[in-house]
């Protein structure tokens, strides 16, 4: 363990030994999936989508070998005993740093199917990683937006058809597909210019997983729906990259995808206003619950969490 050295030392170390873990294995990645595009034989590509994910979990338990060797982090976890790779997932999060990335990797490797995004259709052009994505199932969605409905109207749910084609796939292979329901990273800026009537995070957007729902909403059987906090405050990848996050809660809650979540979200009032109103139920529930970790800490282990943090979110 190498905890012992500067912090700035700690840092270029865990850049390099994570640009390399990168750079090594994406390129064999990239070889894989050129293989599975240019041979599309049905047993043959189900091999490569194993090596695929096989490379994709080796990629994630490497940069968590590299945080253990070099940085000494306390990991609090609560609620993630319940989950299997063998089921369908909607994961979502609160997003305060590019770190939450790795922290997600990180406490759900090899417990949960590897983590997926839906991507925007015109992202499988991006060179390199465009095929990455492709090739690791990553969702890709088709979306219209409303100024070209208005101009094209019989297209009109065409872009859910559209997804959910795509998603058969996933019918008897389970995902998790991830989503960040806030759109973008917490800070005070944002938080104010939005006038968000919660303490710790943003208003959340509920079109995305609402999308997502009416694309997959009959192959996901549950909500992982994670809570992360940093009780020291959250840090960007340099300073967590550079060890100064030594203490980090998760909370995890699994609650089942029932039939009154599903809908159309686009086209139904209704079921939009009602979905809307979930989504900042779960919201408020998230609030709380960060408010109860960073209490829970602040008696625990008062010199963790700086006197303005503690203010602002807990009094």
Known sequence: MLHFLPWRVRGFITAVLMGINTVVLCSVLLIVALFKFVIPLAAWQRACEWMLIGISSFWVNNNALVLKLM????????????????????????????????????????????????????????PFLGLAWWALDFPFMKRYSNDFLKKHPNLKGKDIEI?????????????????????????????????????????????????????????????VNVTISYPQGAKNFIEFICGKVTHIDVQVEITPIT?????????????????????????????????????????????????????????
Request: with cysteine; hydrophobic share 40%; aromatic share 12%.
């Open 163 to 223: 997804t959910k084609k795509a998603c058969q796939k996933f019918k008897t292979k389970p995902v998790s597909i991830m989503n960040f329901v806030e759109g973008t990273r917490f800070t005070k800026a944002k938080h104010e210019k939005q006038n968000s009537p919660f303490r710790n995070l943003l208003r959340p957007k509920a079109g995305g997983i609402a999308f997502v729902l009416g694309a997959m909403g009959e192959y996901l059987n549950s909500l």
């Open 71 to 126: 940085h000494r982090i306390e990991w609090k976890v609560r609620g993630i005993e319940n989950v299997s790779r063998k089921e369908w997932y909607l994961v979502v999060s609160n997003h305060q740093s590019w770190a939450d990335i790795i922290v997600l990797q990180t406490i759900f490797r090899g417990k949960i199917p590897f983590l997926k995004f839906f991507l925007k259709k015109e992202l499988i052009w991006v």
């Open 259 to 315: 039939e009154d979540l599903l809908g159309d979200y686009f086209n139904d009032s209704v079921y939009r206003e009602r979905f809307q109103e979930w989504v900042n139920r779960l919201w408020e529930k998230k609030d709380q619950d960060l408010d109860g970790l960073l209490l829970q800490r602040r008696e625990q282990r008062p010199e963790l969490v700086p006197d303005a943090i503690a203010a602002e979110s807990i009094g």
